[in-house]
């Protein structure tokens, strides 16, 4: 959901890979990893969590936040917020509505 279309909901369907999120099934659970495109370079984060683990039936919810602005700094700056709900197998489908069995806050301080 973007603020500019008044947060109404979409689905897109994609390449994995364009998603924002690493995935990766090893010895019958999931991992997880949000990846920062070199864009988002605010705030900085030298420390990131590892890779969240999930077993069948889990979801986590993992945010990020970033601070950009154009190339010529121009037009001041935008505020990002990146919300990742990942589920691993079969869940309801108001799943992402309820309390998530992870959570990642990665949320920084931005001036």
Do not use: C
């Amino acid at each position: 959901m973007r603020e500019e279309d008044d947060f109404t909901p979409e689905s897109v369907v994609g390449a994995l890979g364009d998603a924002g999120v690493r995935l990766r099934e090893k010895d019958g659970k999931l991992l997880v990893q949000a990846l920062i495109p070199p864009v988002f370079a605010v705030p900085p984060r030298p420390r990131r969590p590892p890779a969240l683990r999930l077993e069948l039936g889990q979801w986590l919810r993992w945010q990020l936040n970033y601070r950009t602005s154009d190339e010529r700094e121009t037009e001041g700056w935008s505020y990002h917020l990146h919300t990742f709900n990942v589920a691993y197998g079969p869940v309801a489908a108001d799943v992402f509505l309820g309390t998530p069995t992870h959570l990642v806050d990665e949320r920084g301080h931005l001036r």
